[in-house]
C-alpha cells in the first residue's frame, strides 16, 4: 500500500485538488481559479509523462486561464449595477465593492456557435497530433482538447451551458485515462460528470 502511494502521489494530489476545483465551482468560490491553478500545472506533468499531448497543451491553457477566471470573478464593479445586453451574464455590485458574475444562458444560436467552435479546434488539434507527435490517440485527446478549450472559457463568463459540454467531455475523459491506464483520473472525471449534473442544478437555481 505504501509503495503504491509512494508510485501514485503526483496523480493522487492532482486528483484531490481537482475535485476541489469541481466542488468550489458548484459553488462559485472564486477560490476555484486558484486550486485550478495548482492541479493544472501538476496534470502539466503528469500528461507529458503518459504521452497525452493534446491534454497536456489544455492543462498548460487551464493554468493561463485561471488567472483570467480569477480577474473576471474579482474585478470591481464601477457605477450603478449594469446588465449585459442579450444573454449574457451581469455584473452585481456588492456592499464591499466587489463585482460577482450571476449565471445566465445563452440562446440556442450561440450556443450552436460554440459547438462549431469547438468542433474546428478539435480538428485542427487532432490534425496536429496526428502529423507532428506520437500520440496513440490523436482523435480522442483532440477532440477533447477543442471542446475543453471552448467550455472553459464558458465558465469564465458563468454561461450555464457549460456544465452541458462538460458533462460529455468528463465521460470522454473516463475512456481516454482509463485507457492510458490513469485509473485514479479516470474515476475523478466520473466524478467530474456526476458533479455537473449537481453543478448545473445549482447554477440554474441563481441564474439571471
Avoid at 500500500?1 to 459553488?27: C, P, R, S
Avoid at 474579482?74 to 446588465?83: E, P, T
Avoid at 490534425?127 to 475543453?148: Q, V
Avoid at 485515462?177 to 466524478?191: D, I
Amino acid at each position: 500500500m505504501i509503495d503504491f502511494l509512494q508510485n501514485h502521489w503526483i496523480e493522487i494530489f492532482a486528483v484531490t485538488t481537482g475535485l476541489l476545483y469541481v466542488y468550489l465551482q458548484i459553488k462559485q468560490n472564486k477560490t476555484m481559479w486558484i486550486v485550478g491553478f495548482i492541479s493544472s500545472a501538476v496534470f502539466v506533468y503528469i500528461l507529458f509523462s503518459a504521452q497525452i499531448y493534446a491534454q497536456m497543451g489544455i492543462y498548460v491553457y487551464y493554468v493561463g486561464i485561471s488567472v483570467y477566471g480569477f480577474w473576471k470573478w474579482s474585478g470591481k464593479a464601477k457605477g450603478k449595477r449594469q446588465k449585459a445586453k442579450g444573454a449574457s451574464p451581469i455584473a452585481e455590485q456588492l456592499d464591499n465593492g466587489e463585482a460577482t458574475l450571476r449565471p445566465s444562458p445563452f440562446t440556442f444560436r450561440q450556443i450552436l456557435s460554440l459547438v462549431v467552435i469547438s468542433l474546428i479546434l478539435s480538428a485542427i488539434i487532432t490534425w496536429i497530433l496526428s502529423n507532428f507527435t506520437d500520440s496513440p490517440i490523436p482523435l480522442i485527446d483532440g477532440t477533447i482538447a477543442g471542446f475543453s478549450i471552448v467550455a472553459t472559457w464558458m465558465v469564465t463568463q458563468k454561461i450555464i451551458q457549460h456544465w452541458y459540454f462538460w458533462m460529455a467531455i468528463n465521460l470522454a475523459c473516463v475512456v481516454l485515462y482509463v485507457s492510458q491506464n490513469l485509473y485514479f483520473t479516470g474515476v475523478m472525471f466520473f466524478v467530474y460528470f456526476v458533479m455537473s449534473i449537481i453543478g448545473l442544478k445549482q447554477w440554474q437555481k441563481n441564474r439571471v
